[in-house]
């Protein structure tokens, strides 16, 4: 289960993308995650996706 709240969201997505998904889709695929939503989410929050970096920032 992940947490709701977006700044421990990111930090739980951030640890997932560096230690075990090489891309956010990897991610989004494995734990059965809707993109759009996620996305919307935590851009709402001011985070955003660098596939460059493979976190949030």
Same mark, same amino acid.
């Given at each position: =289960?992940? !947490?709701? *709240? !977006?700044? =421990? &969201?990111?930090?739980?997505? @951030? =640890? %997932? /993308? $560096? *230690?075990? #998904? !090489?891309? &956010?889709?990897? &991610?989004? +695929? *494995?734990? *059965? &995650? !809707?993109? +759009?939503? /996620? /996305?919307? %989410? /935590?851009?709402?929050?001011?985070?955003? #996706?660098?596939? +460059? %970096? @493979? $976190?949030?920032?």
């Amino acid at each position: =289960m992940l !947490p709701e *709240d !977006p700044v =421990m &969201l990111v930090s739980v997505l @951030n =640890m %997932k /993308l $560096r *230690d075990f #998904y !090489p891309t &956010l889709e990897a &991610l989004l +695929e *494995d734990l *059965d &995650l !809707p993109e +759009e939503e /996620l /996305l919307s %989410k /935590l851009a709402g929050a001011g985070f955003t #996706y660098s596939a +460059e %970096k @493979n $976190r949030f920032v």
